[in-house]
């Protein structure tokens, strides 16, 4: 079974810098595209950050330059570093992971199907 699991949302003040992570398990790591995404109350669902097979990442609009997202495949870990964290980034933020996806513009700009998902954490920035 494939399991997805995020960490290290907490309650912090705007300007702070905080790290989540995603441990997964039940499929080949290495070989998958992986993203986060995040939905804040009462909006849609949006994507966020994506790394590939090859470490290639991207972002989206709103986060770059901010966030930045890496992996470890020899522990099967996915993370997001967020810094200059905003009151607008209170969200719930979720990984998935997709293993046919074509590249990295797909994923994050064509609402891409991915295979697996997480149950999310939840970060929430106070100004």
């Known amino acids: 079974h494939v399991h997805l699991v995020e960490s290290g949302g907490v309650s912090v003040q705007a300007g702070v810098s905080l790290s989540l992570s995603c441990a997964a398990s039940?499929?080949?790591?290495?070989?998958?595209?992986m993203a986060w995404f995040r939905q804040a109350p009462g909006k849609d669902r949006e994507v966020v950050a994506v790394i590939d097979s090859d470490g290639s990442a991207n972002y989206a609009d709103s986060v770059k330059g901010r966030f930045i997202i890496s992996k470890d495949n020899t522990k099967n870990t996915l993370y997001l570093q967020m810094n200059s964290l905003k009151p607008e980034d209170t969200a719930m933020y979720y990984c998935?992971?997709?293993?046919?996806?074509?590249?990295?513009?797909?994923?994050?700009?064509?609402?891409?199907?991915?295979?697996?998902w997480g149950k999310g954490t939840l970060v929430t920035i106070s100004s």
């Open positions: 039940g499929y080949t790591f290495s070989s998958a595209f």
């Open positions: 998935a992971a997709s293993l046919t996806a074509p590249n990295i513009v797909v994923v994050l700009t064509a609402d891409w199907n991915m295979d697996y």
